[in-house]
């Protein structure tokens, strides 16, 4: 081991001094706040055999310029650029045989350019054989390189995890603990980074505020994690928090690396704090997670306490390894158990509030099917208790009436057998249409029409009326309910009716067109080659003669339809019959023509 040099030390802002020095001293304890120059000379001693020899320097930089012999043998970086920091990790160096001489000293100049509060210059120096070397320069990068590596690789793991979880549940528990261990990894980069690029000194003092923001927010999880975190402590953390940045911020800015040593002393109180209110908690709940927390609180706060007094306050140089990563990542896997325990008691209220709502959803959904089927019998019940009064209605107000006057025609000496005949017709009729319009149309105009002129065609013909069935291709419509069906079965027969008994005709047409302009609307019109209207009575007077046409109007009106009486061009009555209604979803086509006759 190599621990004195000779030495040319050139700070910045400072006059230069040669001479022996001891490499156990930081450049930073004896040049606070300043960077520079420094060359140190070390001799070592003559080759003994063939085999190469090697160096190990457990801290070297900032940049290095490694020579023996005026001969370069290795570089870290280039001298003067600060984006390139050697100091992250031990280094070695193969010294070729070649280079070494046998008969006489060998002369070891390494060159370094130092930023301050860097820890930069030169440490104790281990010179021996290659194989020696190379197992020492092992171990000392599986106990600090290796371990921190697979420290930040845990931080952006549980960091990660535990964002998602926030983002899903918004549990201050998984942010809080998100944040503490994503801003760790700035320290883990900052440890293991050569040439991370941002200039220094700022990336020095983002590391630090980073650094002391995760280790304050970690005690501020912890507390959380316990269910001891009181206002006074929320609010001591924060403090800590913003005092200690403030410190790191104006020591990389002022060159006074005193007030970041000053601000480092809050982290081990505000550890300690935290472990007495953990151990409180502990000892009251009689909990073996809060056991397991405290230990792992004084483990982390033993480890930063050895950190600070034995590399930070004693301005040590290499000779002491950090533990702090060690420390906290134990403290990390007792804080993701946590994490991980809580997420599964949420996953099980989850469940168990998932499993309630589905037992009130099917309790609700039986309810309703209950609800939903007695609504639906008193319908039923409603329907054909409205059904039974229309039908009743119609029998009485039809087939009743005509009844009624069959009888007092029976009950009269003298009654024409014609007339008679005529009113039990006319009965048989009404009877007939009621039965018609209890049979289900299924939305077919066409069908309605066709019955109806099945019904009447044999009187028309009795009568010597002559009928042309002019009856163009229709779709199916909406809503041909039984009512419905009646009042157009009604306006048509007692347009025929009229024409039977009034009109004198030889001949009436039935014309009935579907249009699509505007608004979809049947249009019907029955027109007659009779004698019309009586001298000077003109169409629009006629709701004033007789009550047939006024109850075909209040019929079309009930279906929402138009009616209109006119003088047809050859001397008799055309009625129009233009009722608006909806096509029906098409599913079966259009009725077939019922032809001409």
Not at 87 to 114: S, W
Not at 375 to 404: A, F, K, N, P, W
């Amino acid at each position: 081991m190599l621990d004195r040099a000779h030495a040319l030390l050139e700070p910045q802002g400072g006059p230069p001094s040669e001479g022996e020095v001891d490499l156990a001293r930081r450049w930073d304890r004896e040049f606070p706040g300043l960077g520079g120059r420094a060359t140190y000379r070390i001799t070592l001693p003559p080759r003994v055999d063939t085999e190469p020899m090697a160096l190990l320097f457990s801290r070297v930089g900032n940049q290095v310029h490694v020579l023996l012999n005026d001969s370069t043998v290795q570089r870290w970086g280039t001298l003067g650029d600060p984006l390139f920091d050697a100091t992250k990790t031990v280094r070695r160096v193969t010294l070729p045989a070649a280079l070494l001489y046998a008969d006489r000293p060998n002369e070891l100049r390494v060159e370094v350019t130092i930023q301050a509060q860097r820890l930069g210059g030169l440490s104790v120096v281990r010179y021996g054989p290659v194989p020696q070397i190379e197992d020492l320069y092992s171990k000392q990068i599986l106990r600090r390189d290796l371990a921190m590596l697979v420290f930040g690789a845990g931080l952006v793991g549980m960091g990660a995890l535990t964002a998602v979880l926030w983002w899903r549940q918004r549990d201050p528990f998984y942010g809080w603990f998100s944040v503490a261990a994503l801003l760790g990894v700035v320290r883990v980069i900052d440890r293991s980074w050569p040439d991370v690029p941002v200039s220094w000194p700022l990336w020095g003092a983002v590391a630090a505020i980073c650094y002391t923001a995760h280790v304050a927010l970690m005690c501020r999880f912890a507390l959380i994690a316990v269910g001891s975190l009181s206002r006074g402590m929320r609010r001591a953390i924060d403090g800590v928090i913003v005092v200690v940045s403030v410190l790191d911020a104006l020591a990389f800015a002022l060159g006074m690396p005193l007030l970041m040593t000053i601000g480092f002393t809050f982290i081990p109180v505000l550890g300690l704090a935290t472990l007495a209110l953990v151990m409180r908690e502990a000892f009251v709940s009689r909990s073996a997670k809060a056991w397991v927390l405290a230990v792992a609180i004084a483990g982390a706060l033993v480890a930063g306490t050895h950190d600070v007094v034995m590399i930070r306050v004693a301005g040590a140089s290499g000779l002491y390894n950090t533990y702090i990563q060690h420390g906290m990542f134990v403290f990390v896997l007792a804080m993701m158990w946590f994490v991980a325990e809580r997420y599964n008691r949420s996953v099980a209220s989850f469940q168990a509030l998932n499993a309630d709502l589905s037992r009130r959803v099917e309790e609700r959904e039986r309810q309703l099917h209950q609800a939903f089927d007695s609504l639906r019998e008193q319908q039923h019940h409603q329907s054909v208790s409205i059904e039974r009064q229309r039908i009743m209605r119609e029998i009485h107000d039809g087939v009743g009436s005509q009844l009624v006057g069959l009888l007092n025609m029976v009950t009269r000496k003298g009654t024409d057998p014609t007339a008679l005949k005529e009113q039990v017709q006319m009965a048989l009729d009404e009877m007939r249409m009621a039965v018609d319009s209890l049979q289900p149309a299924h939305d077919d105009l066409g069908t309605l029409l066709a019955t109806l002129r099945y019904r009447l065609q044999p009187r028309l013909q009795a009568a010597g009326i002559g009928v042309i069935w002019d009856v163009a291709e229709l779709p199916e419509l909406r809503q041909l309910s039984p009512p419905v069906v009646l009042h157009v079965q009604r306006i048509l027969l007692e347009a025929f009716t009229n024409v039977m008994k009034h009109a004198h005709a030889s001949q009436v047409e039935v014309q009935v067109r579907w249009q699509e302009e505007a608004a979809p609307r049947v249009m019907l019109r029955i027109t007659d080659n009779g004698i019309g209207f009586p001298a000077g009575v003109r169409a629009q007077e006629t709701q004033a003669h007789g009550r047939g046409l006024d109850n075909m109007r209040a019929r079309a009106a009930a279906i929402g339809a138009s009616f209109d009486v006119q003088q047809s061009p050859n001397g008799g009555v055309s009625i129009a019959l233009e009722w608006q209604v909806e096509r029906a979803p098409p599913s079966s086509g259009f009725h077939d023509n019922p032809g001409h006759g």
